[in-house]
C-alpha cells in the first residue's frame, strides 16, 4: 500500500500507526506524543518492523543485495564483501517465522528509482507470486518474497504525481489517498476560526495549482493540538506556509498574490510585515469573510 497526499496530512504518522497496530502495540495510538515516540523507537529496534526512507542514491544494493567495502577487514587495499540489503534481511527474517507478520514502512517511497531499487522484486511483490523463488543477479542466490511480508509507503504528491511512477510499480500497490483534515485543526485564534482559514486557503490553492499542492493540518499543529496563540500563528504563516508556498509559486509574484491576497505585496510576493494580532485579524478578513480571493 502507498499513502499518498499533500505535504503535513499525517502520512508517516499513518504508516507508523498501522506498524504500531501490526506489532501489537495499539495502546499507544491513545497516548501522548513522548510516549507514542517511546514506543515507536521500541517497534523499530525490533526485528519485525523496519523503516527507510528513499532518495535518488538509494539503490538496489541497499535494498536487495550488494558488494560493499567491509569494515572489518584488515590489511592494506579495499575489501569488498556480499552485503544483504534491508528487505533481503527482513524476509531471511520473515521466513524463520512464518507465523508472525512483518513490515517495511518506506518513507518518500517516489523519491527513489524504483525500478532499479527493486530490481526483480517488481515480480516478486505481487500476492500471487510470494514464494516463487528466484536467483538474485548478483551472488546467484536463490530468493523468494515470503507472504508475511508487508509494504506500507508514504508518497508526497507536491513532490511527483502518482502518474509519474512506473506503471509496473503502480499496478502492484494498493493508493490510498490522505488528505488535509480540517477537524484536525479546529479552534480560533484571536478573530480567525483555524479551520474556516485552513479550508479557504487550500480551496485557493487547488484553484490556482491544484488539489497535490495544498497544504496539510500539520503546519497549524503544536504538538498534536491546533495552535492557539497569535505568536503560533505568526510563526507557522510565516517560517513554514509561506515559503512552501513560495516554493509552488516558482518566483510568481501574481501567482502567490492570488492565494494569498492581501497578505502579500501583488508586484514582488513580499509578505506584508504586521504584528501576530494584526496577522489573525487580517487572515480572518482575507480567508473566512466570504471574499473567495483576488481574481477568483
Not at 91 to 104: D, G, N, W, Y
Not at 226 to 235: F, R, S
Request: glycine share 8%; proline share 7%.
Amino acid at each position: 500500500m502507498i499513502l499518498h497526499g499533500p505535504p503535513g496530512t499525517g502520512k508517516t504518522r499513518l504508516a507508523l500507526g498501522a506498524a504500531l497496530s501490526m506489532d501489537g502495540r495499539a495502546e499507544a495510538l491513545d497516548v501522548n506524543a513522548d510516549q507514542r515516540a517511546k514506543a515507536q523507537a521500541e517497534m523499530l529496534h525490533g526485528d519485525r518492523v523496519h523503516m527507510v526512507t528513499f532518495h535518488p542514491s538509494y539503490g538496489y544494493e541497499d535494498f536487495v543485495e550488494g558488494f560493499k567495502p567491509d569494515l572489518s577487514a584488515t590489511g592494506p587495499g579495499l575489501t569488498l564483501a556480499l552485503t544483504d540489503g534491508l528487505f533481503h534481511y527482513l524476509c531471511s527474517q520473515a521466513v524463520a517465522r512464518p507465523k508472525e507478520e512483518f513490515l517495511l514502512v518506506i518513507d518518500e517511497i517516489n523519491r527513489g528509482d524504483l525500478p532499479r531499487i527493486f530490481g526483480e522484486l517488481i515480480t516478486l511483490l505481487e500476492l500471487d507470486k510470494r514464494n516463487l523463488p528466484v536467483a538474485l543477479p548478483v551472488s546467484k542466490r536463490r530468493f523468494s518474497v515470503p507472504p508475511n511480508v508487508c509494504i506500507i509507503g508514504t508518497m508526497n504528491t507536491a513532490d511527483r504525481s502518482i502518474s509519474h511512477l512506473d506503471a509496473a510499480v503502480r499496478r502492484r500497490f494498493a493508493f490510498l489517498p490522505v488528505g488535509p483534515d480540517p477537524d484536525a485543526v479546529s479552534g480560533t485564534v484571536g478573530p480567525l476560526d483555524l479551520a474556516a482559514f485552513f479550508e479557504a486557503l487550500n480551496t485557493r490553492i487547488t484553484r490556482h495549482l491544484d488539489a497535490d499542492h495544498q497544504i496539510g493540518h500539520a503546519y497549524l499543529l503544536r504538538d498534536g493540538v491546533p495552535i492557539a496563540t497569535e505568536e503560533d500563528l505568526a510563526a507557522a504563516f510565516h517560517h513554514e506556509v509561506i515559503p512552501l508556498l513560495e516554493d509552488y509559486c516558482v518566483g510568481r509574484a501574481e501567482l502567490l498574490h492570488r492565494i494569498l491576497g492581501g497578505l502579500v505585496d501583488a508586484e514582488t510576493g513580499r509578505p506584508l510585515l504586521m504584528s501576530p494580532q494584526d496577522l489573525a485579524d487580517a487572515l480572518a478578513t482575507e480567508f473566512t469573510s466570504g471574499d473567495s480571493g483576488p481574481d477568483a
